[in-house]
Nanobody, 125 residues
Framework: VQLQASGGGWVQVGGSLRLSCSAS????????SAWFRQAPGKEREFVAA????????FYADSVKGRFTISRDKGKNAVFLEMNNLKTEDTATYYC???????????????????WGQGTLVTVSS
């Protein structure tokens, strides 16, 4: 499976962006997907996850209430709607996937074995 992330860019504080992650080489049915991010000089951190079967979601506390993860089975794609962006949201955002029958949206990086190339989000004050 190959993942392609897109939608990053520059936005002012309080603005919104929508990231997309399209998959090729496989169809998601019962798997789970997630978004992680990595700011310069920092470790990659979890942002949000979703299961394909039920649409169950899980968010990092730092983005809860501002970000929404969703999936579109017809497009075989995952999205991250980001609202009320803050400067601390500036990072490269990576989509990730874990294949198999997955019933829980998990935040652990080691659970995800497929990764996209990343898309840069810059939030400026």
């Amino acid at each position: 499976v190959q993942l392609q992330a897109s939608g990053g860019g520059w936005v002012q504080v309080g603005g919104s962006l929508r990231l997309s992650c399209s998959a090729s080489g496989g169809t998601f049915n019962s798997d789970r997907s997630a978004w992680f991010r990595q700011a310069p000089g920092k470790e990659r951190e979890f942002v949000a996850a979703i299961t394909w079967l039920s649409g169950s979601t899980f968010y990092a506390d730092s983005v809860k209430g501002r970000f929404t993860i969703s999936r579109d089975k017809g497009k075989n794609a995952v999205f991250l709607e980001m609202n009320n962006l803050k400067t601390e949201d500036t990072a490269t955002y990576y989509c990730a996937a874990d294949r198999g029958v997955r019933t829980r949206a998990r935040p652990d990086r080691q659970d995800y074995h497929y990764w996209g190339q990343g898309t840069l989000v810059t939030v400026s004050s």
